[in-house]
C-alpha cells in the first residue's frame, strides 16, 4: 500500500475527532419521528420507554427478561420502522414516572397510545386504567366491566400482555381472595408497585 | 441464514439499528466528498432515508442503500456549489471552485475535492470506507470495471496532484 492510499484511508481530519451529529431533533421537526425512544433507570430496573406523536406506547422492563433490540424490531412491525432514540419527546413520561416512583404523583397525565392493543384485550386495559392509586380490583371484575363476566382468563392474558405497565396499572389487579396472581416483569416488582402505592394512600 | 430468494420481503429493522451501524460510515464518506458541509449533507442524508425508509421494498443491502443516498446529497451539494458565485478573493489557482476543506489537512483532501466527481466518489468509497470494487459500483450505479477505473484514475491524478 502507497502512503498516498493509507493517508487516504484515514480520512479526513476534523476538528474534535468530527463525529456524527444526531438526528433525531431534525426527524422530529420533519414530522418523521414515528417512534423515539429512552431508557431510563428506575427502582425497578432499567426501563424502555417509547412514545409516539399520539402518546406512550410502550414501557418495557429490561431487566425482567425483556430484550432492549427485541422491544425495538417489534415496534418497528407493529407501530413504524421510523424508530429511532430520542430523549426530548420521551421527557413528560420520563418526568411522571420519577415523580410517581418518589411517590408525589398518584395519576399519569402523558396521554397513551393504545395502538398495540386491540379488541377484547384494550377494553380490559381501559377498565384497569381506571382502577384508583392504592386500590385493587380482581381479574374477575375487569372481565365483567370489560364486557366478557366470564373471560377472566382471556383477563389475565391480556394484563400479562400489557404494553405500558405501571403507567396501564395491571398490578392493581388481583386473584379473587386477594392473591397477587401473575405479573408481566415478575412478582416481586408488583408487591413494590403495590406496596409503594399502600404506603401513600394510607397515610392520615 | 437469511436467503436472497426468500419469497416475501425482510422485515424492516428499527431505523436506529441503521443509524448505529452505518452513521459514522456514512459522515467519514461525507467528510472526504463535501468537507465542513458533512454534518449538513449527514443531516440530509438521514432526513431523506428517514422519509423513504417504510417504503423501501429490499432490505438485504441497507449500507448500500444509505451509502447510495449519501452520495447522492453529495453530489447534489457539490453541483449547488458550484453555481454559487465565488468571491474574488477565494478564487483557487486551478480546479473548480470547492470549499470545505480546512487547510490542516495538508492538502491531501483539498486535492480530493478537485478530482471529477466519479473518481472523488469512488476513491472515498474505496479507501476511506475500505469498500470491495462491487460495493463502490453499486453505490455508485456503475460497472464494478468503471468503478475500478475511477479509482485508479483518481489515485493517479492525486498522485501527480497532491504534492507527497
Known sequence: MSSLERKLRGGVPGPGGGSPPPIDAAAAAAGLLDVAYATLDSPLGRLLVAVTPRGLVRLAYLDAGEDEDAVLVDLAARVSPRVLASAPPVDAARRELDEYFERRRTEFEIPIDWRLTHGFGRRVLRATERIPYGGVSSYKLIASEAGSPRGFRAAGNALGANPIPIVVPCHRVLLTGGKLGGYGGGLERKRVLLALERQLSERP | ?164
Open chain 2, 1 to 164: 441464514m437469511p436467503r436472497s430468494d426468500v419469497p416475501y420481503p425482510l422485515p424492516l429493522p428499527p431505523f436506529q439499528e441503521l443509524l448505529d451501524a452505518h452513521g459514522r460510515d456514512v459522515h467519514r464518506f461525507l467528510q472526504s466528498l463535501v468537507g465542513q458541509d458533512a454534518d449538513d449533507c449527514y443531516q440530509e442524508t438521514w432526513i431523506a432515508a428517514l422519509r423513504a425508509y417504510p417504503r423501501l421494498r429490499d432490505a438485504s443491502n441497507l449500507r448500500g442503500w444509505i451509502l447510495t443516498v449519501a452520495h447522492r446529497k453529495a453530489i447534489d451539494r457539490i453541483r449547488a456549489r458550484r453555481r454559487e458565485p465565488v468571491p474574488v478573493h477565494e478564487l483557487p489557482e486551478r480546479g473548480a471552485p470547492d470549499r470545505g476543506f480546512e487547510p490542516g489537512d495538508d492538502g491531501l483532501w483539498a486535492a480530493v475535492a478537485v478530482l471529477p466527481d466519479k473518481q472523488r466518489a469512488a476513491v472515498a468509497l474505496r479507501f476511506v470506507l475500505d469498500a470491495a470494487y462491487a460495493e463502490v459500483a453499486s453505490v455508485m450505479g456503475t460497472s464494478e470495471e468503471a468503478a475500478r477505473r475511477n479509482v485508479h484514475e483518481g489515485l493517479k491524478r492525486l498522485r501527480t496532484e497532491y504534492a507527497q
